[in-house]
């Protein structure tokens, strides 16, 4: 069983906005620090944003001002908000544990173009 879903990618236009959503198949509600993570074609995987359990925020620096990590222990699920996107956001995004533990979902794609 994946323990993770996500949802809510797609292509939009440099500028514009997208919230991503992560379902987890299991309560978060004791996860410390839950994460979204990328993957771009050719590069590594990257952690963009995490959140702690008692609602700290960490965010990287290409996204920082950007991007909006939230959680909803009530309901184990994850959401990250994207504002002002950039043509080098587009990526495979994913969430998971931080550090990552356990099966990877497929994740959702995120293209920014015009």
């Known amino acids: 069983q994946v323990p993770f879903v996500e949802s809510g990618g797609g292509l939009v236009q440099p500028g514009g906005s997208l919230r991503l959503s992560c379902a987890a198949s299991?309560?978060?509600?004791?996860?410390?620090?839950m994460g979204w993570y990328r993957q771009a074609p050719g590069k590594p995987r990257e952690l963009v944003a995490r959140?702690?359990?008692?609602?700290?925020?960490w965010y990287g620096d290409s996204v920082k001002g950007r991007f909006t990590i939230a959680r909803d222990n009530t309901k184990n699920m994850v959401y990250l908000q994207m504002n002002s996107l950039k043509p080098e956001d587009t990526a495979v995004y994913l969430c998971?544990?931080?550090?990552?533990?356990?099966?990877w979902g497929q994740g959702t794609q995120v293209t920014v173009s015009s």
């Open positions: 998971n544990k931080d550090p990552p533990g356990g099966s």
């Open positions: 299991g309560s978060i509600f004791s996860i410390y620090y």
């Open positions: 959140i702690s359990m008692y609602g700290n925020t």
